[in-house]
């Protein structure tokens, strides 16, 4: 007897269900594999350091005081884009980078992920790896807002500090602003589902590697292994940069501690026609973006009487690749007048 047409359907969603989830399961077996598999290829370069019930990756080189600590920026890579500076600054004083909770090789945290929980984390891990100050912060595009906010709760702790084309409080309605153009969401759909599917395997499969030839080619490799797991964590913090900005903007006055501010300065023309048309933006609005951005850099120098301020004509924003030496230059100037300051009487 022939199946009627309703049975025939239903007997293909079935099946077709079935597939789906065995489909499901194999991804979520590949993904469980995959991660033992870059737990052991690469393994953590510095310490696993508990705070209460979760670990955090705390990477620390060299001998001295004050203790330089390196903030990134808001992304999956984490500590390893410091690498180029880390390895010159640790010739000279002690230097940690690390990994915010659930980046690369930190525990993910429960709860809200904006700049207060950040440096109660960061203070957490400090003092748990014994780590002691006096800290001379650094802190990359996002990680500037991040510093000011553990400066703002633990200010006597802090001893100088360097801003590496830092995010502004205002910079999100300013720039908007300046382009004509609406804040954009911090985290298109694509990458919302992405980070939703991470345990079956899928952003494993989709997302492209890191390319990164500033960093040896294992240190890349490392970055694009741990990128899925990452996603989350990273999406979590863009969920709240305006309350992480907000916090930030209630302090901005560091009396003569002692800053440097380095800023980006490319010119439109300097940057390819691939990377022009990635921008979204016309020259004019590219223009007026960075007129905008030059004005908040300058700002954010102001907010210290005992302060630099560099712009950097040939980089872009992620100057701890592009112009690492100049980042180690600030650090050590920074470097030396905390010291002259600890040594006065």
């Given amino acids: 007897m022939r199946l009627s047409f309703s049975r025939w359907v239903k007997r293909v969603a079935i099946t077709i269900s079935i597939l789906a989830v065995a489909l499901v399961s194999i991804g979520g077996f590949y993904e469980q594999a995959a991660r033992n598999r870059v737990a052991k290829d690469f393994p953590a370069p510095g310490r696993l350091v508990d705070i209460g019930g979760r670990q955090i990756h705390l990477n620390c080189k060299g001998q001295g005081t004050p203790l330089v600590v390196l903030e990134a920026g808001a992304d999956t890579s984490g500590s390893p884009l410091w690498q180029p500076v880390q390895e010159q600054v640790a010739r000279f004083t002690r230097v940690c980078s690390y990994d915010r909770a659930g980046i690369m090789w930190s525990d993910p945290a429960k709860g809200r992920r904006n700049s207060r929980a950040i440096a109660e984390d960061l ?63 911090p985290i298109p759909f694509v990458f919302r589902a992405l980070s939703a599917t991470a345990w079956t395997g899928l952003p494993r499969l989709v997302l492209p590697d890191a390319e990164i030839p500033e960093l040896p080619s294992q240190t890349a490799k490392a970055i694009t292994a741990y990128q899925p797991t990452s996603l989350k964590a990273a999406f979590a913090e863009a969920a709240v940069f305006e309350e992480s900005l907000s916090e930030a903007g209630t302090f901005r006055t560091l009396d003569n501690l002692p800053l440097a501010v380095l800023s980006r300065g490319k010119p439109w023309s300097a940057f390819s026609e691939a990377e022009q048309t990635a921008s979204g933006l016309t020259r004019e609005q590219f223009n007026r973006a960075e007129a905008a951005w030059a004005s908040m850099q300058a700002e954010e120098a102001s907010w210290s009487s005992n302060s630099t301020h560099q712009v950097l004509a040939d980089s872009s924003h992620v100057m701890q690749l592009e112009r690492p030496d100049a980042v180690i230059a600030a650090i050590k100037d920074v470097f030396g007048k905390a010291t002259s300051a600890e040594a006065s009487p």
Avoid: C, I, W
């Avoid at 553990?150 to 006597?156: A, N």
């Fill in 123 to 185: 203070h957490k891990v400090l003092r748990a790896a014994n780590e002691q100050p006096p800290y001379v912060l650094v802190g990359a595009s996002m990680g500037g807002p991040y510093v000011m906010t553990f400066t703002k709760y633990y200010r006597k702790e802090v001893a100088g500090m360097v801003l590496v084309d830092a995010s502004h409080p205002e910079q999100t309605a300013r720039l908007a602003q300046a382009t004509d153009e609406p804040a954009s969401d």
